[in-house]
């Protein structure tokens, strides 16, 4: 099956099984290895991916779903030369150890601030809950969305 949609703001098209999972796509076919492989059952989180502007678990998501869709990977939440502002305070607050998880949690992050500009720390910690860490750096990836909101 052919699947033609938006990655990262450029018109691609791939040929592949309807049922292949959109991770796989990305690393394999895109070569955009930023999402990684965790559960493959959408618990872990590490996968997340923004598909029409919305967090989404790329492990299970079969490409037939994203025909004609827009796609947004880590590779892309960044703008040019300019990174985002969750990556600076990712950087300013030190986040990641492993760092496994960190384009999820960034990708998770990025889509409740859009969602909602000025969450409250009740409010993060419910949306970034689907996302391990299993270094434990919950503390930092608060502290660094906090960051992001306070610098708007």
């Known amino acids: 099956m052919k699947i033609a949609f938006k990655l990262n703001g450029k018109k691609v098209s791939i040929d592949c099984p309807e049922e292949t999972k959109l991770l796989w796509a990305l690393r394999e076919k895109f070569q955009l290895t930023g999402t990684k492989f965790g559960c493959g059952i959408a618990q872990c989180g590490v996968c997340t991916v923004h598909l029409n502007g919305n967090p989404i678990r790329a492990c299970v998501m079969p490409m037939s779903a994203v025909d004609g869709a827009s796609v947004v990977t880590i590779e892309g939440l960044a703008k040019k030369d300019k990174l985002h502002p969750l990556q600076e305070a990712w950087i300013n607050e030190q986040v990641p150890q492993c760092g496994y998880c960190q384009p ?40 660094a969305i906090q960051q992001t909101i306070d610098k708007k």
């Open 104 to 143: 999820g949690q960034l990708m998770q992050a990025a889509a409740l601030l859009k969602a909602n500009p000025s969450p409250t720390r009740e409010e993060i910690i419910e949306h970034m809950n689907g996302v391990i860490c299993r270094c434990g750096t919950y503390h930092r990836i608060v502290k």
